[in-house]
C-alpha cells in the first residue's frame, strides 16, 4: 500500500497525470508517476531514491521504482520541444507544476491518501468528454500537438475545444512544428497507429494543418482511416500492421519510414503491402499461363519461406482491403514454400550457389504448377 510506504512520510508527494486521469475514467491505471514539492535533490538521494534524470532532476524510488520528479516550472529559450530552460526550486508549487502540463485532463494530482488536487478543471472537462489545453505554454511544445491527436485517437468519444485547435495551427504556422524531431513523431504515431480509432490521430494532425508538415508527401484519405479502424480491432493488428496501411496509399513510403525512422519491420511491411496487394488482387489469374511464375515472384519478394507468417498476414490485410473471398494466393504460396530445399541443394553442392539457386526456384514453380493444376480442376468441376 503506498500509504503505507515509509519513504512518503518525509516528502510532499502527489501522483499526477495519466494515472489520476484514468482512475477517474474508471480504467486500470497504468504506471504511476509523482511529484514531490518543497525538496531537493540531496534530499531525496540521502532517503535512496535514485537520480535518473538528464534535463531535471527525476529519480526512481528505490523499491518500486515509480519516477518521482521535482516540481518545476518550463522557460521557453528556443523553438522545438528542447528549447526550455527549467527550474526545480523549493518554492515551486504543486499548481505551477501542473500549469506547466498539457491538457487539463493530464493536470491532475492526487494524495497517496485519495485527496484530489484539480485546481485547472481537468476533472470537469472529463465529465464533458473535451480535450482542451491548460494555458497558453501549451503552445512552447510542439510534441502536444502529436499528443493531443494520439488523445483523441484513445479517447474516441471526446471532443477537442475549438480553442485548442486554433492554438496547434498556430503553433504550426510559428514554425514549431518544424521543429519535432523524428523519433518524437514515430513515439506519438506509433502510439496513436495501436490506439481505439488510429484515423483521429491523422484526423487531428490534418484539422491542426500539421500533417503536411509533419508527414511530407504522406497521402491521408477517409478511406484509409476507415480502413485503419477496422483493422487496429481485428486479429490481424500489429504496428508493422498498421504503418504499412496507413502509408499504403502514399508513393512516398520509403521516404517517410527513413524520415520517421521507422523500425525496419515497419518499413519492410509498408513496401511489402502494396505489392502483395497486387498480387492479390489478380488472385491470381488461374487461367493465366504466368501465373505460377507470378506467386513464385512474389513468394520470393516477400521472403515468404523465412517469413511465411508475416505473407500470410499481408495477404489476409490485401484480402480484407480488396474484399475478395477467394483465398488460392495463400495455397499456391504455401505449396511453393513446402519444397525441401536440403533434398535439392545437397547433390548440387559442387555446381555452386547459382545452380542450386535456380534448381530450387524450378521444384518451386513445378510444386506452384502442381497445385494451380489442382485448382484449375476444383474449378472446372464447380462450374461444370
Not at 491505471?29 to 511529484?35: I, K, M, Q, S
Not at 504556422?173 to 513515439?187: K, P, S
Not at 477517409?222 to 496507413?246: I, K, N, R
Not at 525441401?340 to 541443394?345: F, M, R, T
Amino acid at each position: 500500500m503506498i500509504e503505507d510506504d515509509p519513504l512518503l512520510a518525509d516528502l510532499d508527494a502527489y501522483i499526477v497525470g495519466g494515472a489520476v486521469r484514468d482512475a477517474l475514467l474508471g480504467y486500470e491505471p497504468g504506471d504511476r508517476d509523482w511529484v514531490v514539492v518543497g525538496s531537493t535533490p540531496e534530499q531525496l538521494i540521502a532517503l535512496g531514491f535514485i537520480p535518473v534524470g538528464a534535463d531535471f532532476p527525476v529519480f526512481l524510488h528505490p523499491h518500486t521504482k515509480e519516477e518521482f520528479a521535482l516540481a518545476r516550472t518550463e522557460r521557453k529559450t528556443a523553438l522545438g520541444y528542447k528549447g526550455f530552460s527549467f527550474y526545480t526550486g523549493q518554492d515551486v508549487t504543486l499548481e505551477d507544476d501542473l500549469k506547466r502540463r498539457d491538457l487539463t485532463i493530464n493536470a491532475m494530482a492526487r494524495k497517496p491518501y485519495g485527496q484530489l488536487v484539480d485546481p485547472l478543471g481537468g476533472a470537469q472537462d472529463l465529465q464533458a468528454r473535451v480535450l482542451k489545453h491548460v494555458g497558453p505554454a501549451f503552445e512552447e511544445d510542439p510534441v502536444r500537438i502529436l499528443r493531443l491527436a494520439r488523445f483523441a485517437a484513445r479517447f474516441t468519444d471526446f471532443t477537442i475545444a475549438p480553442e485548442t485547435i486554433a492554438l496547434c495551427r498556430r503553433m504550426v504556422a510559428l514554425g514549431e512544428a518544424d521543429a519535432l524531431i523524428a523519433e518524437r513523431v514515430w513515439q506519438e504515431m506509433s502510439r496513436g497507429l495501436l490506439s481505439k480509432q488510429p484515423s483521429r490521430f491523422f484526423e487531428i494532425l490534418a484539422q491542426c494543418q500539421a500533417l503536411p508538415v509533419v508527414l511530407p508527401g504522406f497521402v491521408w484519405t477517409a478511406t484509409c482511416g476507415e480502413q485503419l479502424d477496422e483493422l487496429v480491432a481485428s486479429e490481424l493488428a500489429s504496428l508493422p500492421a498498421m504503418f504499412a496501411l496507413a502509408m499504403l496509399q502514399s508513393q512516398e513510403r520509403e521516404a517517410l519510414s527513413k524520415r520517421l525512422r521507422a523500425p525496419s519491420d515497419c518499413a519492410q511491411w509498408a513496401k511489402l503491402l502494396p505489392l502483395v496487394t497486387a498480387h492479390c488482387e489478380r488472385d491470381p489469374c488461374l487461367e493465366s499461363p504466368e501465373a505460377a511464375a507470378d506467386v513464385l515472384r512474389l513468394l520470393n519478394l516477400a521472403d515468404g519461406v523465412r517469413r511465411p507468417e508475416r505473407l500470410q498476414v499481408l495477404v489476409a490485410i490485401a484480402y480484407r482491403l480488396l474484399n475478395v473471398p477467394s483465398h488460392n494466393i495463400c495455397q499456391l504460396l504455401a505449396a511453393g514454400a513446402a519444397v525441401k530445399v536440403g533434398e535439392i541443394a545437397k547433390p548440387l553442392q559442387a555446381a555452386g550457389p547459382k545452380v542450386i539457386s535456380a534448381a530450387v526456384n524450378q521444384a518451386r514453380q513445378e510444386a506452384i504448377e502442381k497445385c494451380l493444376s489442382r485448382l484449375r480442376a476444383d474449378d472446372a468441376d464447380l462450374n461444370a
